[in-house]
């Protein structure tokens, strides 16, 4: 099951998105897969035919940081660096997301992580906000989150 609701709050002017996904584990299997360098590591490439480079370092506190840098060689890299705002395992998670594409372009967001037990598995919701575009958040919304969910579910699967 997966759900995107996506669209631009009039009274705050920020762009966001949410979406939820059902995932075939615990919530407490969700949140680690999510939050654990050496998962993360895993499912950040578990669909690629060609192992890429994934680099992940994971503070995980509030106040701590989570870094990764990926991408298919070292010249065409991605790089995050999430601040942990609130930590409620295996509940909740909100972040602020600090990220750079390959070519420099630079973005900031807020991101909120619920994990819900629900029919057997987990539903995740994700509410991304502060899009500098529309554009931004739609490629988000298509390929980035939805790719990420398939990851993890993979993962979850393979696990």
Do not use: C, N
């Not at 995932?23 to 050496?38: G, I, K, M, N, S």
Request: hydrophobic share 35%; no cysteine; net charge negative.
């Amino acid at each position: 099951m997966s759900e995107t609701e996506s669209g631009q709050s009039t009274q705050t002017s920020e762009i966001g998105l949410r979406m939820t996904r059902q995932l075939p584990a615990t919530p407490e299997e969700v949140f680690d897969a999510y939050t654990d360098a050496e998962k993360q590591k895993i499912w950040y490439s578990i669909l690629d035919e060609e192992p890429g480079i994934v680099e992940i370092e994971v503070d995980l506190r509030v106040g701590g940081k989570q870094t990764a840098v990926w991408g298919p060689d070292r010249d065409t890299l991605f790089r995050e660096t999430q601040v942990f705002l609130e930590i409620d395992r295996p509940h909740r998670l909100i972040t602020q997301s600090s990220g750079s594409d390959p070519s420099g372009v630079t973005m900031t967001t807020r991101v909120e992580v619920t994990f819900e037990a629900l029919d057997g598995g987990t539903l995740v919701t994700v509410e991304q906000t502060g899009f500098p575009t529309p554009e931004i958040r739609d490629f988000f919304e298509t390929m980035v989150w939805v790719g990420a969910f398939d990851r993890i579910e993979a993962y979850l699967t393979r696990a």
